[in-house]
């Protein structure tokens, strides 16, 4: 059973149509890539797959390991595994990040029907995984992405994803607002994350963060729609000629 | 729709129980008469077997009441009180007994619960009594209130405190109560203040002798003990030369009164070198969902910082009642004295709440500080009123105030009216005020990582009132960081 399966989804915004039949089918243990110029409804699929609302899905499905996600909220697709890293991370004034990530993570392990985690695991826990991504204790004693820069931001991103453990990855537009060193540092976040049991959708306009995050497969989105799939170097192709040849395929 | 609201529901069904098993005649025949009179007025002096002087006191405030009017400029709309068609005396209800907490609604239990209130307590809440035969077994085991309440009196009167209702202080320290009566709020002072002095019931009274620190939060005495905050209520506080005392009144716990109209007053007055730390967890009847019922909770709260160096702090959190009208205010005439006033307000559904403080600088080189966290979610209106005011002689004043709105969904209304007055050139006030919106995408980000969306709306609001919450005597800053997420479930979504 694929891990997470899109079928003919068509989505409105109001009285616009944003997607128009889109298909994408994600396995375990794969890096997708989905590129596309800006408005062709590369963030509206994230959006519809975690749950945002103000969406309205018209058609098609989302299914994840076969049951219907359309039909949970977002706090359940949470717990069962369905992660987004944030184009934008949003700040919580007054609630530190160390008190959110046990808050959030507790919700998920209640929902699943687990235990919780007691201060001290929790602890010893984020201590590992924050040492991994070089992300001082200091900084999750600060409220959640306030006055953090926009590296440190995408770390926090990576970092509850490394907590959360989840089953499908999206990561929105990572790249965005970052240089290049603070993009190698994501980059390598997320590479030690990849496993044979987690899938990652990478959606991105630009061909660079595909140098330090290899995908398996990458999708062109055109009015959307995916217009042309292929492996890796249809990445490379894309950063040649541009999104042009396919705006009359869509 | 307020959540407590169904609990408390519940509450006023044990009511209805009551009134079945009989208790209703007995009642009638402790209530004086419907409406106010001067013949209302000494029934109730009457009934606390009072001095002369002070049934004179209630017929003086009486009479002046008589000629005042109802104060209109508050932002809130009520329909108009028949002062004649209210009871103004009633001896505390006898509450239903049971023997175990199995005979306790499972959902007031779930509330408790989710604040935190550890059973032993609850039974004492809810007026659990154990058979005589299975209570001496409980001793050991079971906090008993009782015990408790005996080793707390002993404590405090080694130290020389006196705390006691204020019915029997009337009785007892003649001296010391006719010495600050009415000092701090004359009987003056405001309509409900006056309606107060002529028909308060009872109260706490408290004096804390020279050089003396109170030796325990007198919360923790109340909790246990005191229940029974009555409609006009009285309190007086005074702590003398150097003493020390931090006081709690109400409980995180949902309350009910048959009384729909409550008016309390608050004195408290501080000489050279003492401090007074007042907090306050209000969880009044809120009314139900269309708005019907709930508590009027107008409110007169005031200390002066009589001597030099003395301090003032006023803590609250207000998140019941239907209509709240509160300004807990520091009069600074002592060189050197500091008031404070940290507010957490909360109105959902149909609530209206009108809150503030007053600083007033009399003396110099004095400094307040105010922190208020307004918080309306529903169809409510939520109310910052403020007054910081440096008298022409009250040199080097300072004033800090940071008032921040937060609104729930887009049927609510926060606002905030500030007065500054400064009568002197070295004045120093500082004002800044925030108006914000929980945003969809905070709350989806939360959601995102699995909170529900009254965890992430409790999270977010938990966040922004964090400054307050430290104030509050530690044991209550956790139950209500509870409160506050329950009294916000069912505000979003």
Redesign the interface.
Known sequence: MSLLEVKDLKVRVEEREILHGLSLTVNPGEVHAIMGPNGSGKSTLSHVI?????YEVTGGEILFRGEDLLEM???Q???KGV??A?QY??E????TTMN?LR???N??RR?RGESEFLVPDFLKKVRNVAASLNIPMDMLKR?VNVGFSGGEKKRNEIL?MAL?EPAVCILDEMDSGLDIDALRVAADGVNALRSPDRAMVVITHYQRLLNYIVPDFVHVMSKGRVVKSGGKELALELEASGYAQFEDAA | MPAVQETVDRVRQIDVDQYRYGFETLIESDKAPKGLSEDTVRFISAKKNEPAWMLEWRLEAYRRWLTMTEPQWARVNYPKIDYQDLYYYSAPKPKKTVSSLDEIDPEILKTYEKLGIPLREVEVLEGVVRPEGQRKIAVDAVFDSVSVATTFQKELKAAGVIFMPISEAIREHPDLVQKYLGTVVPTSDNYFATLNSAVFSDGSFVYVPPGVRCPMELSTYFRINERNTGQFERTLIIADKGAYVSYLEGCTAPQRDENQLHAAVVELVTHDDAEIKYSTVQNWYPGNSEGKGGIYNFVTKRGDCRGNNSKISWTQVETGSAITWKYPSCILRGDNSRGEFYSIAISNGHQQVDSGTKMIHLGKNTTSRIISKGIAAGVSQNTYRGLVTAHRKATGARNFTACDSLLIGDKCGAHTVPYVEAKNSSALFEHEATTSKISEDVLFYCVQRGLSQEEAVGLVVNGFVKDVLQQLPMEFAVEAQKLISISLEGSVG
């Open positions: 975690a749950g945002k609302p103000g909220s977002p706090d697709r949470a717990a992660f987004l944030f991370p949003v919580i004034p007054g609630v959110f808050t959030a993570l919700a998920q929902a409220g509850q959360f």
